[in-house]
């Protein structure tokens, strides 16, 4: 769900360089604009797992401190380190279907991925750099642990399976968890993400974005030496 960046906080291209491509979304882009916004939430038949793209981009993407997506639009086309070229949109939003879903590449110029490259063209602002955290020296996995089961059990479950059809409290390993070359398969980047954006709700006295960088990165070194799918 290349970097963390790269995984799953950057997506975009320019809605008038979909339209020109497709003459269709051009003449009705509120209900594909609509259609992707539902798929974005609950990507029935595209994922693989039991996420959904707003496990990682909160909010439907406009989560300001959760890999949100707002003005990411016109950064697109542009290179990607994992493709080794210049990508666009659907390019990106595919790598996402394959490594964070779980899924199968959608065919371009389907339907679905048009109406996701809209959605996501849909969300103007202000687009917010993702730097991932530094991870040096041994990280403290039962410190780890720890943290895990005081600030993420609750939602996560203790075993990491997460809630049953709650796609903003994810299965965090096992099968139905994101892939090994998902973008927060990085610990970096996963503990950047927990760190700025977990927990949802205050727990156990740990508000919103108030974990440190070293205890994050804790959690997130715990979180990735769990089992997870391949790609």
């Not at 070293?214 to 070194?221: L, N, R």
Request: overall charge positive; hydrophobic content about 40%.
């Amino acid at each position: 769900m290349n970097g963390a960046g790269w995984a799953l906080g950057i997506l975009g291209i320019t809605l008038a360089g979909i339209c020109m491509g497709h003459q269709g979304a051009a003449a009705t882009p509120g209900p594909l604009v609509q259609r992707g916004r539902v798929l974005f939430m609950r990507p029935r038949g595209i994922g693989g797992n039991a996420l959904a793209c707003t496990s990682c981009h909160l909010e439907g993407g406009r989560d300001p401190d959760a890999l949100p997506l707002l003005g990411v639009a016109a950064q697109y086309p542009r290179y990607s380190s994992r493709a080794h070229r210049t990508i666009s949109l659907s390019n990106r939003i595919n790598q996402c279907i394959v490594y964070s879903l779980k899924g199968r590449r959608l065919p371009d110029h389907s339907v679905n991925l048009e109406a996701l490259s809209l959605y996501v063209s849909h969300l103007e602002g202000v687009p917010t750099a993702f730097h991932p955290l530094r991870t040096t020296g041994q990280p403290n996995l039962a410190m780890g642990r720890s943290w895990y089961e005081r600030a993420c059990v609750s939602c996560h479950g203790m075993n990491g399976q997460g809630e049953a059809n709650a796609f903003h409290a994810p299965p965090l390993w096992g099968s139905q968890s994101f892939t090994r070359a998902a973008g927060l398969a990085h610990p970096g980047a996963l503990a950047a993400f927990i760190q700025k954006a977990m927990p949802l709700a205050p727990e156990e006295g740990v508000n919103p974005g108030g974990l440190r960088e070293h205890t994050a990165i804790d959690i997130a070194e715990y979180i990735l030496a769990h089992s997870r799918p391949k790609a």
